[in-house]
């Protein structure tokens, strides 16, 4: 049964903090690289993160790699080569590396949780999941925090419920598969079908039209990589 029992913590205190410290670091890469690049060549980089993935559930978990996912980590890496790319020189600044750690980050952790669900309830572990990155990054970030009152504006305060809502039920479905899916390589993979949709939101509402065509070459490379990963 599935309930409020913290008892299983204990054995996975560990992980918790691991999963708290690769969370913490996802979120100040993930925004620090959307100050510095485009958001639709940073979800086609961030498309890496099943690799991470696949590559820490098959040492960690015993999970295999067939020959099709091979294929799909080809696609997905020559994806990234050619947005990356700039008169035939790779440009990868360091926007574009914030984006690779990203994508470390939150490719690993969902191995960890993986790991984690499997001896933990689902409920506390998404509540300290949720809980335990903000505070490390509020208390590593302290003279910030007089700052937050800019969140209190009646349009960003909206905004930002909006967003933390869709991002709330991100993390609820993904945790979800994770706990009760067969293989955390393949759930890392299909969570990846937002790029295509990313790679045109940036191109038609942020009018991110810079190398457009090969930013949607990329984002659909990377996708097909993705559906062949899982």
């Known amino acids: 049964t599935q309930g409020w029992n913290f008892a299983?913590?204990?054995d996975v205190f560990p992980n918790i903090v691991i999963t708290t410290i690769l969370i913490g670091i996802f979120y100040i890469a993930i925004f620090t690289s959307l100050k510095l690049i485009d958001a639709s060549k940073f979800i086609v980089i961030l498309a890496t993160r099943p690799l991470f993935t696949i590559a820490a559930s098959t040492f960690?978990?015993?999970?295999?790699?067939?020959?099709?996912?091979?294929?799909?980590?080809?696609?997905?890496?020559?994806?990234?080569?050619?947005?990356?790319?700039?008169?035939?020189?790779?440009?990868?600044?360091?926007?574009?590396?914030?984006?690779?750690?990203?994508?470390?980050?939150?490719?690993l952790v969902?191995?960890?949780?993986?790991?984690?669900?499997?001896?933990?309830?689902?409920?506390?572990?998404?509540?300290?999941?949720?809980?335990?990155?903000?505070?490390?990054?509020?208390?590593?970030?302290?003279?910030s925090l007089p700052k937050l009152t800019y969140f209190l504006k009646p349009t960003i305060a909206r905004n930002t419920i909006i967003m933390s809502l869709f991002q709330f039920a991100a993390i609820v479905t993904l945790l979800g598969s994770?706990?009760?899916?067969?293989?955390?390589?393949?759930i890392s993979s299909l969570s990846e079908l937002n790029v295509i949709l990313t790679v045109f939101l940036g191109i038609a509402i942020l009018k991110e039209r810079?190398?457009?065509?090969?930013?949607?070459?990329?984002?659909?490379?990377?996708?097909?990589?993705?559906?062949?990963?899982?």
Not at 122 to 137: E, H, Q, R, T, V
Not at 178 to 186: A, D, H, I, T, V
Not at 220 to 227: N, Q
């Open 8 to 10: 299983g913590a204990t």
């Open 60 to 107: 960690f978990l015993q999970e295999g790699l067939t020959g099709t996912q091979l294929v799909g980590v080809g696609i997905i890496l020559f994806s990234v080569i050619l947005v990356t790319m700039n008169k035939f020189e790779l440009s990868f600044g360091k926007g574009e590396w914030y984006a690779l750690i990203a994508a470390a980050a939150v490719g």
């Open 110 to 143: 969902a191995t960890n949780d993986r790991y984690v669900l499997a001896r933990m309830d689902f409920m506390p572990y998404l509540f300290l999941s949720a809980l335990l990155p903000g505070l490390l990054i509020a208390s590593t970030h302290l003279k």
């Open 178 to 186: 994770l706990k009760f899916g067969e293989n955390s390589s393949q």
């Open 210 to 230: 810079s190398h457009m065509g090969r930013k949607i070459v990329a984002g659909l490379l990377s996708f097909a990589g993705v559906l062949l990963l899982g």
